[in-house]
Nanobody
Framework: QVQLVESGGGLVRAGESLRLSCVAS????????MGWFRQAPGKQREFVAR???????SYANSVKGRFTISRDNAKNTVYLEMNSLKPEDTAVYYC????????????WGQGTQVTVSS
């Protein structure tokens, strides 16, 4: 059974940093591309970042240069390092397994709330 558990969110001020974690189970993380998504109140869920099984990364334009996605296959964990946070980054953040460039294939976990105050 696939399970994705996100953590690390919180309330921070603009310009500060957070690191999110996603612990995956039920599948071989090392063989899969993984992604981070976010959903702000009243908005649709949107793509944030992707990491391939080989470690190649890609980002939404809105976070490029500020966010870094990484993975530790030995720990079955995917990370999202978020720097220079802005109020518009406020959202619930989710991770998921990907097929193709940005298509999530598993049920969504509970996510982790990130709130950035101005």
């Amino acid at each position: 059974q696939v399970q994705l558990v996100e953590s690390g969110g919180g309330l921070v001020r603009a310009g500060e940093s957070l690191r999110l974690s996603c612990v995956a189970s039920g599948f071989d993380l090392s063989s899969n591309a993984m992604g981070w998504f976010r959903q702000a109140p009243g908005k649709q869920r949107e793509f944030v970042a992707r990491i391939s099984s080989g470690g190649s990364t890609s980002y939404a334009n809105s976070v490029k240069g500020r966010f870094t996605i990484s993975r530790d296959n030995a720990k079955n964990t995917v990370y999202l390092e978020m720097n220079s946070l802005k109020p518009e980054d406020t959202a619930v953040y989710y991770c998921n397994r990907l097929v193709g460039s940005r298509t999530a294939i598993d049920y969504w976990g509970q996510g982790t709330q990130v709130t950035v105050s101005s």
